[in-house]
């Protein structure tokens, strides 16, 4: 029963990824929960009336068994819970059903993006990354890249990086004669690396919090600090390592959108248009899974508005 193959008026029951739960009070002061299911094939939202435990937003990351009745509400699906437990040790389930994949071929995606990293022209910004990359390999490949909003799934900052790296070498081939390319890529590359140190990880692999130095510093400080001990460890040139730095502080573009500067070189500025638009893109991607063709999407937090799904249904 994928979450994705579900339709108005089915019943639903089986193991589900909790992704995301809040405890709320109704206008009579009844205690209700408000969650997010997810399995490989996408999620959905929930309300469990009349609910005061013993499943809180402590519990988000681990599965659960369900049992309910998919609604409708405001023109989406949601799932009104008659039962909901936390998943018992001799349960049966596979992991692989309930935790959201990215849709890429992950050991592929990383050798390409291994390819990208030696092609890095330029030897002292080459070795930073692969200095950073033999510490962080295996956890980049793996977590996500984000706790919800984008590419929140296994594999999820491979893919946002992977395509993000293509953009970039795309775009320093049309702008060759302005652009260093070895500190794009480099910068590209590394611009969410310290999101393998921001996040902690629920047993099944999603973000189900933050680390303490990722909500106290934040992935762009912690990066540019990684950035900035690696290449005085290497000797790179001073100039570099403050470029390569200053990438990574203002790669989400403005100080209200979360950058600590704003892009002052060309490459940074580059660095954080790629950055933006393959977020907006797999915000894109992930509601067209939820909203069904013709329709327009329930009102999305990140861009602050409903998108409209005129893509034709699959066959």
């Known amino acids: 029963m994928y979450i994705a193959d579900l339709d108005i008026g089915d019943p639903i029951e089986g193991f589900y990824l909790l992704q995301n739960a809040a405890a709320r009070t109704t206008g009579a002061g009844k205690p209700y929960l408000t969650v997010t299911l997810a399995d490989c094939s996408g999620s959905i939202e929930g309300q469990v009336w009349d609910y005061s435990g013993p499943i809180t937003p402590s519990d988000v990351g681990n599965a659960v068994k369900v049992k309910g009745l998919i609604t409708e509400y405001r023109g989406n699906r949601q799932v009104t819970v008659d039962r909901i437990r936390l998943s018992f040790k001799d349960d049966l389930f596979d992991v692989a059903d309930l935790v959201p994949t990215a849709p890429i071929d992950s050991e592929a ?104 130095s990722g909500q106290l510093l934040g992935h762009l400080t912690m990066g540019a600090e990684l950035v900035g001990r690696e290449a005085e460890r290497l000797h790179i040139n001073a100039e570099k390592a403050l470029l390569l730095r200053h990438m990574i502080l203002s790669h989400h573009g403005q100080p209200e959108h979360g950058a600590a500067v704003s892009p002052a070189c060309i490459e940074a500025e580059l660095l954080s248009y790629i950055d933006d638009m393959d977020s907006r893109m797999e915000i894109y991607r992930e509601s067209f899974y939820e909203t069904p063709p013709g329709q327009l999407s329930r009102r999305l937090f990140a861009l602050d508005r409903r998108i409209y799904n005129h893509l034709p249904e699959e066959e």
Do not use: Q
């Open 109 to 212: 995606c990383w050798r390409e993006l291994t390819g990208y990293i030696g092609s890095i022209e330029d030897e002292e910004y080459k070795a930073v990354v692969k200095a950073v990359f033999d510490r962080y390999g295996e956890r980049f490949k793996n977590i996500p890249a984000a706790k919800s909003v984008h590419h929140a799934f296994v594999h999820g900052l491979l893919m946002h990086t992977i395509y993000m790296a293509r953009t970039a070498d795309f775009m320093s081939g049309l702008y060759g004669d302005i652009i260093d390319r070895s500190l794009l890529m480099a910068g590209t590359i590394l611009h969410d690396v310290a999101k393998c140190d921001e996040f902690t990880l629920s047993p099944l692999g999603v973000v189900v919090d933050y680390s303490v």
